[in-house]
């Protein structure tokens, strides 16, 4: 949906907008609709049992080749799905993120085959394919159990998220009360050795504006804390 705020935001015509936003859906879409259709040649008359691997080997070729010779395809990595599950990511160590997106288009295909055959099969080839996301998921868990901390205790990191409308960030009418809205959140106190994170894209105008450098060194001194903002304020 950014894609067509974006395209009125730069003074684009309404048509155009559109037009550009129904564009990059179509070729968001190609991916999947070349999937759908290899997929349904290639595995449609296999046996239930068969069929979820099937699938999941023809999305794994996509993946696979999208991911290295198209311009944007390559983002549709079903392994990025999984990223609250790290014991079930640590499977990429052993065959890349496309092992993680076969097994999740496995289990995902077996469910739907389950849901609509309803056979002795396709129930067998959910259990299987369940089976293999829980052997890959316990594998992960004792990898991770066995290997240190990755991270020590260290300083901690304060993020600043205003709600900033993007439209107002460039009126100077706003200004004000984008720095209005930064100072507010400063206003608790930042702990001791603490690094402060600001989004370049919420403050009033460009970051190498001179208000705006002293405006965020002034910010810093008066936090007694360094700042991050596409740049370095310090102290």
């Given at each position: 949906?950014w894609?067509?705020?974006?395209?009125?935001?730069a003074?684009?015509?309404?048509?155009?907008s559109?037009?550009a936003?129904g564009?990059?859906a179509?070729?968001?879409?190609a991916?999947?609709?070349?999937?759908?259709?290899?997929?349904?040649?290639?595995?449609?008359g296999?046996?239930?049992?068969?069929?979820?691997?099937?699938?999941?080997?023809v999305?794994?070729?996509f993946e696979?080749?999208s991911?290295?010779?198209?311009?944007?395809?390559?983002?549709?990595?079903?392994?990025y799905?999984?990223?609250?599950?790290?014991?079930?990511?640590?499977?990429?160590?052993l065959a890349g993120?496309h092992?993680?997106?076969?097994?999740?288009?496995?289990?995902n295909?077996?469910?739907?085959?389950?849901v609509?055959?309803?056979t002795?099969?396709?129930?067998?080839?959910?259990f299987?394919?369940l089976g293999?996301?829980?052997t890959?998921a316990g594998?992960?868990?004792f990898?991770?159990?066995?290997?240190?901390p990755a991270?020590?205790?260290?300083?901690?990191?304060?993020?600043l998220?205003?709600?900033?409308?993007?439209?107002?960030?460039w009126d100077?009418?706003?200004?004000a009360?984008i720095?209005?809205?930064?100072e507010?959140?400063?206003?608790a106190?930042?702990?001791r050795?603490a690094l402060?994170?600001?989004?370049e894209?919420?403050l009033?105008?460009w970051?190498?504006d001179?208000e705006?450098a002293?405006?965020?060194?002034?910010?810093?001194r008066a936090?007694?804390?360094?700042m991050?903002?596409?740049?370095?304020?310090?102290?």
């Amino acid at each position: 949906h950014w894609i067509f705020l974006t395209c009125r935001f730069a003074g684009m015509p309404l048509a155009a907008s559109v037009l550009a936003w129904g564009a990059l859906a179509l070729v968001l879409g190609a991916h999947w609709a070349l999937f759908a259709a290899a997929g349904r040649v290639l595995a449609g008359g296999l046996p239930d049992a068969a069929r979820p691997w099937a699938w999941a080997l023809v999305w794994g070729a996509f993946e696979h080749a999208s991911s290295r010779w198209t311009p944007r395809f390559g983002v549709d990595l079903l392994a990025y799905t999984q990223w609250r599950h790290p014991s079930l990511i640590q499977l990429g160590a052993l065959a890349g993120p496309h092992a993680l997106g076969i097994l999740v288009m496995a289990v995902n295909a077996a469910l739907a085959g389950a849901v609509e055959s309803r056979t002795r099969k396709s129930f067998g080839a959910l259990f299987v394919a369940l089976g293999a996301a829980a052997t890959a998921a316990g594998w992960g868990f004792f990898e991770l159990s066995a290997r240190p901390p990755a991270f020590a205790p260290g300083p901690s990191v304060v993020v600043l998220q205003p709600n900033v409308d993007q439209y107002r960030k460039w009126d100077g009418r706003f200004a004000a009360d984008i720095r209005a809205a930064f100072e507010g959140l400063l206003a608790a106190p930042v702990p001791r050795g603490a690094l402060v994170v600001w989004p370049e894209s919420a403050l009033p105008g460009w970051l190498d504006d001179p208000e705006n450098a002293a405006w965020m060194v002034e910010r810093a001194r008066a936090a007694g804390a360094p700042m991050v903002v596409g740049a370095v304020a310090e102290v």
